[in-house]
């Protein structure tokens, strides 16, 4: 499958009092555990590379200015994602998108794992690609859902929550979505159905 650097949160040992950070300390920490994910979400989204990093520049931005108001009902990385998918959607959806004509895609070769060594890289390369062709080809309500359960190791529950939509209707998309990669790399020939 796909080698992508996978962020973990730490547990939280409910004995050990953590230190207070400054909100720019917090920031930085942000920036270093999930830049690479919110990054790689944001191009799901918008197939291009540089405008994902604008998304996820903003949404940091954003968490920041909001962190005041952050109700702490999910983890920081649920809220982050969050965030970064409504800019998505939001930017998706803007004025600016319909009259302009977006970039081919070049699925995902511009954000390759920080730690893979180059022979990993060239081993995995083209069935990735060939994988993430299939899954962008996919409406955005089905992408989201395999992007967020396979590649960012969400639970259906946290996914839910993160889209605003009932676990039974994840399970539905996810169980669609499935189907129709299915149907996509068995009637192209790939080379991942044998």
């Not at 009092?17 to 300390?25: R, S, V, Y």
């Not at 977006?102 to 069935?127: G, L």
Request: glycine share 2%; charged share 30%.
């Amino acid at each position: 499958m796909i080698s992508k650097e996978r962020t973990e949160e730490l547990p939280q040992n409910p004995n050990h009092k953590q230190p207070e950070l400054t909100a720019d300390e917090l920031v930085e920490e942000w920036i270093r555990e999930y830049s690479h994910d919110l990054k790689w979400l944001a191009y799901s989204y918008v197939k291009d590379y540089s405008l994902a990093e604008d998304l996820t520049q903003e949404a940091f931005i954003k968490a920041y200015q909001k962190y005041s108001t952050f109700k702490q009902q999910s983890s920081v990385k649920t809220w982050l994602y969050k965030i970064t998918i409504n800019l998505c959607k939001d930017h998706l959806k803007s004025s600016y998108i319909k009259r302009v004509i977006r970039k081919s895609t070049e699925v995902f070769r511009n954000i390759p794992s920080p730690h893979a060594t180059p022979e990993e890289y060239t081993i995995h390369k083209s069935e990735d690609e060939e994988l993430l062709e299939h899954v962008l080809q996919l409406d955005n309500k089905y992408r989201e859902i395999i992007i967020l359960y396979y590649f960012e190791e969400f639970e259906i529950k946290d996914i839910a929550q993160l889209l605003q939509v009932s676990m039974n209707t994840i399970k539905t998309r996810l169980r669609r979505a499935r189907q129709l990669l299915q149907e996509q790399l068995t009637s192209g020939g790939s080379f991942l159905d044998e």
